[in-house]
């Protein structure tokens, strides 16, 4: 007799209304997420498995002309499903990145109000995901401005331990910045920024200049305790 598949038939699997796709998702021994084909294709509406494969052709054709290596994105896999004898069947699937999900849902039919709601979730899930690398950026400033300023006042201490008078701090700081910013002091650098002059220039620095000046102030005031410098001007002078 032959075998009868049940109403889960691998080729012809019904809709599955509002599951999440994030609840699909699965992480392999090296810890990288993914998601099977297989488990996709009802989410996005395809009760047919021939359907759903045009769209997944499509998506790969998509990935290699974004310059994109399809095989990086989209892995051949099998699975073994349930038959109605109690046995089971050995079936083809896929496994897929999450920008190959992205690609599966841009390139699927657009009548079907699962695609509609997929490529409306993907373009929530990248403005959130805008929000939170700006985020990202933003506390690495911050926590680089900390760094600096605590850098600032480090070579400040140890310049005043070299015999640099209080009052010659601002001369101190301005030969620094000359020395990163192409003879530029900090009335220069600002006026070349459109900085207010009451506003500190520190404060109006991205990442890579507070990293650059940190850098620049622990190495001179390495090198004022290093090579034991006294002497105003030739702490001044110390690079």
């Not at 979730?121 to 933003?138: K, M, P, T």
Request: aromatic content about 8%.
């Amino acid at each position: 007799m032959a075998e009868v598949e049940t109403e889960m038939s691998p080729d012809k699997l019904p809709a599955m209304g509002a599951r999440s796709f994030e609840d699909l998702k699965r992480t392999n021994e090296y810890g990288a997420e993914y998601w099977s084909a297989r488990h996709l294709q009802p989410l996005l509406g395809y009760r047919d498995w021939r359907n759903f494969g045009d769209a997944i052709k499509h998506a790969r054709q998509s990935c290699e002309a974004s310059g994109n290596t399809p095989d990086h994105h989209f892995g051949d896999a099998t699975k073994m499903v349930p038959l109605g004898s109690g046995s089971q069947r050995k079936v083809e699937d896929i496994f897929l990145s999450r920008f190959a999900c992205y690609l599966i849902a841009q390139n699927g039919d657009p009548r079907k109000a699962e695609i509609a709601n997929a490529e409306k979730y993907f373009a929530i899930q990248a403005w959130r995901q805008e929000l939170s690398d700006q985020l990202a950026a933003d506390l690495e400033r911050l926590e680089l401005r900390k760094q600096t300023g605590e850098e600032f006042k480090a070579l400040s201490g140890a310049a005043r331990l070299a015999g640099v008078q209080d009052r010659m701090f601002g001369v101190l700081h301005d030969a620094g910045y000359k020395g990163l910013y192409g003879g530029l002091g900090n009335a220069a650098i600002k006026a070349k920024k459109g900085i207010p002059e009451k506003e500190a220039l520190i404060d109006r620095m991205n990442a890579t200049e507070l990293a650059a000046n940190q850098f620049r102030m622990t190495q001179t005031r390495d090198k004022l305790a290093r090579e034991g410098v006294k002497g105003e001007q030739k702490a001044i002078q110390t690079p």
